[in-house]
């Protein structure tokens, strides 16, 4: 059974002006979000600013939000690092504070052979019982999960049994899709192929767009599951822009700035994550504004 189908958000850390952690608000974003039929939280991922959050931070903001959700829908914490002690020490943790499932970056800056690979997402797997998500972003860490790499763990390791794929590249997830034939479940990880990877049996995406449009994320997902591929189609194609827009900049700099301009407390991100560039914030206002979330 899979861990959920459908439109998971990559839920952004709201930020007080101080950079501390804005708990009140974040309470209010996961409320809103499970209301507007997000299908799966994802709690200190890439959008999560979790490469700057200290790892106490890193482990309260899951508890946290384990326990405000309170499984209403799954919780999918974020626990992954370039050093495998600690990852096992965050999944641990995590598994310990009530999530439902880990999503586990490829280890980054050092990177990894793919043997390394196998070994990190094993040695980690084993540490925990809870099912185990790899996410593989090659633009972002420098190392890529190849498809004989995942479907070797997926198939020899009972809890690792899916991949949010964000390489971009197609061909490589058709390939995926193709020797796994079914032993691991797709998630995207790019906005903008959300509905390719549907296509070739995706489970659904791991949705930045989310944070600002949830319903309509998820009803991308929705309407292809209930066969109104047309419908998919129009809905993918008409975010198309706001996505663009959402990725003008390095994620998450654009998304707060998105969810401060609809009224949330966002905040500021963390450095070394500046401020939006002016040309940039024009153009994701308008974007938003031809999308129908701004007047």
Not at 101 to 120: D, F, R
Request: charge should be negative; glycine fraction near 6%.
């Amino acid at each position: 059974m899979s861990i959920f189908t459908g439109a998971g958000v990559a839920v952004i850390t709201p930020m007080n002006e101080d950079l501390s952690v804005n708990y009140e608000e974040l309470a209010k974003i996961l409320d809103d979000q499970i209301a507007k039929k997000t299908d799966a939280i994802i709690i200190c991922g890439t959008t999560g600013e979790s490469s700057t959050l200290t790892l106490e931070e890193h482990a309260d903001v899951i508890r946290f939000a384990c326990k405000h959700v309170n499984k209403r829908v799954p919780v999918i914490a974020g626990t992954g690092s370039n050093c495998t002690q600690t990852a096992i020490r965050l999944s641990q943790d995590a598994e310990k504070d009530g999530a439902d499932a880990l999503l586990i970056v490829t280890p980054y800056y050092n990177k990894a052979t793919q043997k390394g690979l196998i070994a990190h997402y094993t040695q980690i797997a084993e540490s925990v019982s809870l099912p185990i998500i790899m996410y593989n972003v090659p633009s972002r860490t420098g190392c890529n999960i190849l498809p004989a790499t995942a479907v070797e763990l997926a198939k020899n390791v009972p809890n690792i049994v899916a991949i949010k794929e964000a390489s971009g590249n197609i061909s490589q997830i058709m390939d995926l899709a193709m020797l796994a034939d079914g032993c691991i479940d797709i998630y995207s990880g790019n906005d903008d192929q959300i509905l390719p990877l549907l296509a070739i049996g995706g489970k659904g995406v791991i949705s930045v767009l989310s944070n600002v449009a949830p319903t309509q994320t998820h009803e991308i997902c929705a309407k292809f599951f209930e066969g109104d591929v047309e419908g998919a189609r129009k809905l993918q194609m008409d975010a198309l822009p706001l996505i663009h827009a959402l990725f003008s900049e390095v994620n998450p700099i654009p998304v707060k700035e998105a969810m401060n301009l609809l009224g949330w407390n966002a905040g500021p991100c963390r450095m070394p994550l500046s401020p939006m560039d002016a040309a940039n914030k024009e153009k994701l206002t308008a974007a938003m504004r031809n999308y129908g979330l701004l007047k």
